[in-house]
C-alpha cells in the first residue's frame, strides 16, 4: 500500500493504523498554538475576572475533551472513514458536496489565521508594522505570508503520518515556552503589583492580568467558548478524518494534551505575557500581535515558538480542508487538492481579519458544521434503539438525503432567531441547535422512509462492517505489534537523550529567571538549548522512521491475518 493512500474514500487498512504517539503529539502539537497567544491576550481585553477565566476554562475544556473521547472517537474508530465519506453514506453526493464545500471553505480560513499569526512573528524580523487592521498595511507582511504558508502547505500535503511528526518534534518545545514566558513576564508584573500592594497571585491577577470590568463576558461565556472554539472537530466530528487513524477509541481523549496544556495552561500564560507586555510597553494589549507579545517574553525564542505554533495548526487544519475539497471528486488527487486548498489558504492569510475577529469566527464555524455532526450521530447511535434503518437514504440510493439537509438549515435558522430575537449569545447556540437538529432528522426521516426495512441490502453492509471489525481487532491484538513497538536503537537513543536534556536545560534558564528576573539574559540564553533541541528531536524523528521494523512488521502481519 502506497504510503501517499490516505483511504479517503474507503475504511483505513489496519497496516496503516498509528500508535498512541502520534495523536498525543497531534494534539498538543495543534492545540498549542500560535492563536493561543490572540485567545488568551482576548480574555484579558474582555475584562474577565481571574476566578471566572481558571474555573470557566476549566470546564469547557473538560466538556470539549469528552466530546472528542466519547463522541468523535468512537464513530471515527468504529468506521475508519472521513467524515466525508461517511456522509456520504448517510446523506448522499450532493449533500456532501455542499456539506465539503462550507468545510473546506471554513478551515482555509481558519488555518489562513494560523499563518497570520507566524507572519506576525517573522515580520518583526524585517521591522513590518503590526498588522491590527482586517488588511495588510504592508507590502512586506504580504511576502512574508505567503513564504510562511508555502511550507506549511508542503508539510500538509505529504499526510497525516508527517504532519503528526512534525507536531511530535514541536509540541514538548512548545509547551515549555508558553510556561517560559509566563515566568518571564510575571516578575515585571510583581514589580507593578509591589508599588500598589498587590503581593499575592491572585492579587496580581486580578489588579493587573485579568482586571474585572463591566463587561456581560462572565464564567458561563467562557466556559462555552472553551467548549465550543474546536466544536467543528468534535461536535462536527470533522476529527473522524484523524481519528480514524487511531488504534483505539481512546486515544480520542489526548485531546486533553491539547486542552488542558493548549487551551488550559497556554491561554493563562498567554494573558501573563500579554499584560506584562502591554506593561511593559506602555500600551494597550488589543495593540498587540502574537509576535510582539511573544518577542517581548522570549527573544528569538518567542519568534520561533510564533512561527512554530502557526504551523503546528494550520499544518493539520489546511490536511482536513484538502480532505473536504477532495471528497467533492473522490478522482481528484487528495496532494493536488491539498496543494490547492493551501494556496487560498495562503492568500487569506495576508488579509488579518479572521486573526482580529477569532474568537467570533471559531463559535460561528462551530455552529455551522455543528448539526451536521448531530446528524451522523442520531443515524449511527439512535437509529437502532428507534427501530429505524441505518443508511436508509443509501439504500433508497438518493443522491440528497431531503430530511438531513431540512435538519441542517432548520436547526440554523432556529439558531439565528434565537440569537437575534431572544439574545441568546452565539456561545450559548450549541446545545438548541443540536437538540433541533436531533429531533427534525428523526421525525423527518421517518416520514421519508427510514422506518422500512431494508432486508438483503442493510444485512449485507452491516454483515461486511462487522467483519471488517473482526478482522481489524484480530490483527491490533497481534503479538507482532507489540514486538515491533519495542524495537530501538542507540542513535535514536542518543538523538532523544539530547532532545531531552536541551529541555531540561530550558526549564533550568526557566527557573532562574522566574528567580532572578533579570530578563535580557533570559532571551539570550533560551536561543541555545532551543537550537540543540530541534536538531536533535528532528534527528530522532529521521533515525526512527529508518528503522522500518515496526511498519514492515506491522504490514506482514496484515497480509498474514487476511490469508488466515
Known amino acids: 500500500m502506497s504510503d501517499t493512500n490516505e483511504f479517503e474514500m474507503a475504511p483505513v487498512a489496519p497496516s496503516r493504523l498509528q500508535p498512541a504517539r502520534h495523536f498525543a503529539a497531534s494534539y498538543a502539537g495543534e492545540h498549542v498554538a500560535g492563536t493561543e497567544f490572540v485567545i488568551g491576550a482576548m480574555f ?11 474555573w470557566g476554562l476549566l470546564l469547557g475544556n473538560l466538556l470539549a475533551v469528552l466530546s472528542w473521547g466519547l463522541i468523535c472517537a468512537p464513530i471515527a474508530t468504529n468506521t475508519r472513514l472521513t467524515l466525508y465519506a461517511y456522509l456520504n453514506r448517510i446523506c448522499g453526493g450532493n449533500l456532501v458536496k455542499l456539506y465539503s464545500l462550507a468545510n473546506g471553505v471554513l478551515f482555509c480560513i481558519l488555518a489562513g489565521a494560523m499563518i497570520t499569526v507566524s507572519a506576525s512573528a517573522v515580520r518583526i ?23 510562511v504558508g508555502a511550507v506549511v502547505v508542503t508539510i500538509a500535503t505529504k499526510g497525516f503520518k508527517r504532519v503528526a511528526q512534525f507536531a511530535e518534534v514541536c509540541a514538548p518545545w512548545m509547551i515549555l515556552m508558553f510556561v517560559a514566558g509566563a515566568l518571564a513576564m510575571y516578575p515585571q508584573l510583581q514589580q507593578a503589583g509591589a508599588s500598589s500592594g498587590a503581593t499575592s497571585f491572585m492579587d496580581i491577577a486580578n489588579n493587573f492580568i485579568w482586571i474585572e470590568s463591566d463587561s456581560e463576558i462572565g464564567f458561563w461565556h467562557v466556559a462555552a467558548f472553551a467548549w465550543i472554539c474546536n466544536l467543528a472537530m468534535h461536535g462536527g466530528l470533522s476529527d473522524m478524518t484523524v481519528l480514524r487513524f487511531a488504534r483505539k477509541t481512546s486515544y480520542g481523549f489526548f485531546s486533553g494534551l491539547g486542552m488542558f496544556i493548549g ?16 506593561l511593559m510597553m506602555q500600551t494597550s494589549i488589543t495593540q498587540l500581535d502574537a509576535g510582539a507579545v511573544a518577542y517581548q517574553a522570549l527573544g528569538i525564542s518567542g519568534i520561533i515558538a510564533v512561527i512554530i505554533a502557526g504551523w503546528t495548526t494550520s499544518n493539520p487544519t489546511i490536511y482536513r480542508a484538502g480532505l473536504a475539497f477532495q471528497s467533492l471528486n473522490p478522482k481528484w488527487s487528495r496532494v493536488t487538492v491539498t496543494a490547492l486548498a493551501g494556496i487560498i489558504t495562503t492568500i487569506i492569510a495576508c ?33 437502532k434503539p428507534l427501530n429505524l434503518t441505518r443508511y436508509w437514504s443509501f439504500y433508497q440510493q438518493q443522491s440528497l438525503n431531503v430530511p438531513a439537509l431540512l435538519a441542517w438549515v432548520g436547526s440554523l435558522a432556529c439558531a439565528w432567531l434565537l440569537n437575534q430575537y431572544a439574545g441568546v449569545h452565539l456561545y450559548f447556540l450549541l446545545i438548541p441547535s443540536w437538540f433541533i437538529a436531533t429531533g427534525l432528522y428523526i421525525s423527518l426521516a421517518i416520514a421519508f422512509g427510514a422506518g422500512r426495512d431494508y432486508g438483503a441490502a442493510s444485512e449485507q ?35 532523544s537523550s539530547a532532545a531531552v536534556v536541551s529541555l531540561l536545560a530550558c526549564v533550568g534558564i526557566m527557573i532562574y529567571v522566574f528567580r532572578e528576573g533579570d530578563l535580557e539574559q533570559f532571551k539570550n540564553w533560551l536561543l541555545i538549548p532551543t537550537v540543540i533541541y530541534f536538531i536533535s528531536a528532528t534527528l530522532w524523528v529521521i533515525q526512527r522512521e529508518s528503522n522500518p521494523g515496526e511498519q514492515t512488521n506491522l504490514s506482514d502481519t496484515y497480509l498474514k491475518t487476511k490469508k488466515s
Not at 263 to 278: F, K, S
Open 44 to 54: 484579558v481585553a474582555w475584562g474577565v475576572g481571574t476566578s471566572d477565566i481558571l
Open 125 to 147: 524580523l524585517f521591522n513590518i508594522p503590526a498588522q491590527v487592521h482586517w488588511y495588510p498595511t504592508s507590502v512586506g507582511f504580504v511576502i512574508v505570508a505567503l513564504v
Open 263 to 278: 487551551h488550559y495552561l497556554a491561554w493563562v500564560c498567554a494573558g501573563i505575557m500579554g499584560a506584562g507586555a502591554a
Open 351 to 383: 488579509f488579518p481579519f479572521v486573526f482580529s475577529r477569532l474568537m467570533d469566527f471559531v463559535g460561528l464555524m462551530g455552529l455551522i458544521l455543528a448539526p451536521v455532526g448531530a446528524i451522523i450521530v442520531t443515524e449511527h447511535w439512535l437509529f
Open 461 to 495: 453492509l452491516e454483515s461486511a462492517e462487522v467483519q471488517r471489525r473482526e478482522a481489524e481487532a484480530r490483527f491490533l491484538a497481534s503479538a507482532a505489534l507489540e514486538r515491533a513497538a519495542a524495537k530501538s536503537t542507540s542513535s535514536i537513543s542518543m538523538a
